[in-house]
């Protein structure tokens, strides 16, 4: 990987609208150098026959059955019950402005 130099800063902190000072830049550049070697020496290690890891604690998701429940009532039933309906829904006065 190449080296990053004070333009490659500049640019990045302006893509991130960041003003950065001089002390600023030569910072960010050494930091920026520091974990691109790291990466370097991530992609050497060999991984050869490992699985992928995406989920490490072990959890699931918890699925419940999808059961329809006939609770003995209709929906024009329920809805003489609304003070105002349309098309089978409740009609409320709008919320948001």
């Known amino acids: 990987m190449g080296s ?16 950065l000072s001089d002390d600023e830049v030569i910072k960010y550049q050494i930091e920026l150098v520091a ?40 929906q024009k039933s329920l809805m003489s019950n609304a003070p105002d309906s349309e098309d089978g829904h409740f009609k409320v006065k709008r919320m948001v402005g």
């Open 35 to 74: 974990i691109l070697h790291y990466v370097e020496k991530l992609q050497s290690a060999d991984t050869e026959g490992l699985q992928p890891t995406y989920q490490v604690t072990g959890l699931t998701n918890v699925m419940r059955s999808d059961d329809v429940i006939n609770y003995g009532t209709s």
């Open 4 to 19: 990053i130099t004070k333009e490659d800063v500049l640019k990045i902190a302006k893509l991130s609208r960041l003003h």
